[in-house]
């Protein structure tokens, strides 16, 4: 089975910056758009960046010019590069993937941006 698992959350200052990564566990062929959602308490779930394979981007306007969005096709695995957080950040971060068949969903990891 496909699972896709986050890593790299945890508390940061604003101002401040961290990676977070997603890694593709499973057999799967390839995944075509790939990216990053998050979410905050009683807030409906935010695109921030998604990533074709070819490497088009797209990025929430909240987060033009702070975040990057990277991924490797070969190895299936997207990294978020977040610059310069800010304590509206602060969410659950989910990676997503979209397979040949289905959509896949990561369990999410937190970021806290403190002030």
């Known amino acids: 089975q496909v699972r896709l698992v986050e890593s790299g959350g945890g508390l940061v200052q604003a101002g401040g910056s961290l990676i977070l990564s997603c890694a593709v566990y499973?057999?799967?062929?390839?995944?075509?758009?790939m990216g990053w959602y998050r979410q905050a308490p009683g807030k409906q779930r935010e695109l921030v960046a998604h990533i074709t394979r070819g490497g088009t981007t797209n990025y929430a306007d909240s987060v033009k010019g702070r975040f990057t969005i990277s991924r490797d096709n070969a190895k299936n695995t997207a990294d978020l590069q977040m610059n310069n957080v800010k304590p509206e950040d602060t969410a659950v971060y989910y990676c997503?993937?979209?397979?040949?068949?289905?959509?896949?969903w990561g369990q999410g990891t937190q970021v806290t941006v403190s002030s």
């Open positions: 499973g057999s799967i062929s390839s995944i075509g758009l």
């Open positions: 997503y993937g979209d397979g040949p068949r289905y959509n896949y």
